[in-house]
T-cell receptor, first 113, second 112 residues
Framework: DAKTTQPPSMDCAEGRAANLPCNHS???????VYWYRQIHSQGPQYIIH???NNETNEMASLIITEDRKSSTLILPHATLRDTAVYYC??????????????FGKGMKLTVNP | DAGVTQSPTHLIKTRGQQVTLRCSPK?????VSWYQQALGQGPQFIFQ???????QRGNFPDRFSGHQFPNYSSELNVNALLLGDSALYLC???????????FGPGTRLLVL
């Protein structure tokens, strides 16, 4: 079972920041938070991941609370092409191997013109 | 830099038949994972291959089998197809020690 909880859907206006929440209250110390998105009928696209520090790349920013029980993915200037299902995944990475990705139902983000 | 590629893109089979799906990992990657995504659901992990061995397996029956070749490419085989096997089959590649998985576009399988 997925270890994360996301709202089923969210709307955002084009050009505005989209803040996508995720709860992972049972996360353990060696588990990372990963975000992927899936545009209709395509393969999931990796966005970003983090352990406990905030992370930023060319696509998004990831803010993880100090207790690590929740996080927020921020798309700073949403475009229509950001409309997709977003998956927040908690994943254990240990030396010598990595755990599978366990997807929940994700959250449908709709960016409106 | 080529990303993950999968073939074929679409496939139609009938119940009882067998199917082979193929995946070429992203350049430099050595690990391949396979996922099944039914309509309206998130992807479900089938298995993972590294060094030509199955390293992890999800809750799928033995009808689902795989192989990894020395060049790191991989095949997913499904025997005795059922209607419920209709899904998008996704391949993801990664590099041991880095572990972020990158997905291919998928193969859409329809079983009639």
């Amino acid at each position: 079972d997925a270890k994360t909880t996301q709202p089923p859907s969210m709307d955002c206006a084009e050009g505005r920041a989209a803040n996508l929440p995720c709860n992972h209250s049972t996360i353990s110390g060696n588990e990372y938070v990963y975000w992927y998105r899936q545009i209709h009928s395509q393969g999931p696209q990796y966005i970003i991941h983090g352990l406990k520090n905030n992370e930023t790349n060319e696509m998004a920013s990831l803010i993880i609370t100090e207790d690590r029980k929740s996080s927020t993915l921020i798309l700073p200037h949403a475009t229509l092409r950001d409309t997709a299902v977003y998956y927040c995944i908690v994943r254990n990475i240990t030396q010598g191997g990595s755990e599978k990705l366990v997807f929940g139902k994700g959250m449908k983000l709709t960016v409106n013109p | 830099d080529a990303g993950v590629t999968q073939s074929p893109t679409h496939l139609i089979k009938t119940r009882g038949q067998q199917v082979t799906l193929r995946c070429s990992p992203k350049s430099g990657h050595d690990t391949v994972s396979w996922y099944q995504q039914a309509l309206g659901q998130g992807p479900q992990f089938i298995f993972q291959y590294y060094e030509e061995e199955e390293r992890q397996r999800g809750n799928f029956p033995d009808r689902f089998s795989g192989h990894q070749f020395p060049n790191y490419s991989s095949e997913l085989n499904v025997n005795a197809l059922l209607l419920g096997d209709s899904a998008l089959y996704l391949c993801a590649s990664s590099l041991v020690g880095v572990e972020t998985q990158y997905f291919g576009p998928g193969t859409r399988l329809l079983v009639l």
